[in-house]
């Protein structure tokens, strides 16, 4: 198993693990911004990925695309790989809505991370387990690394 790149480590929580990808949430409670972090070492981008890697990614950032749209209802889910301050390759889902802190503008940098209060981020950590996400497992990492 791979490490999480140190700068995602703070800035995220581990949800949980796909077969291919850790997914994580972003302490930004301004969106509901998730990461895909592939378990592979050294890889900065998708193409370094074997095939079968790209087609799980992929089939793992769809469904979860899918059920966030479905169970957040955002009106725009924005998907990126950037990569520009963190190496290890990672992919942002972002459910975005059109009264969001930065709609329709980019969100980075946008507006000052909004801490999630501990009950909020319960409530979203219990949400995330009841979705349906195939092969998905949830972690009980602590909320107190918050």
């Known amino acids: 198993m791979s490490a999480i790149h140190p700068q995602l480590r703070k800035d995220c ?3 949980g693990c796909f077969p291919l990808c850790h997914l ?3 302490k930004d409670a301004n969106y509901p911004w998730f990461i ?3 378990n592979r070492d050294n890889i900065s981008e998708i193409h370094q990925m074997s095939e079968s890697d790209q087609r799980q990614l992929m ?3 769809s469904a979860l695309g899918e059920c966030l749209m479905t169970a957040l ?3 725009k889910l924005n998907v990126a790989a950037l990569g520009n301050m963190v190496p290890q390759l990672h ?3 972002i459910v975005r809505y059109k009264n969001d802190a930065a709609w329709p503008d980019p969100i980075w940098g946008k507006v000052e991370a909004k801490v999630y209060g501990e009950f909020e981020l319960n409530v979203l950590k219990n949400q995330v387990k009841q979705w349906v996400l195939p092969n998905f497992t949830s972690t009980d990492e602590p909320i107190d690394q918050f």
């Open 13 to 15: 929580l581990v949800l």
């Open 24 to 26: 994580l949430l972003v």
């Open 36 to 38: 895909l972090v592939p």
């Open 59 to 61: 089939l793992e950032s």
């Open 73 to 75: 209802k955002g009106h």
């Open 91 to 93: 992919m942002h889902l």
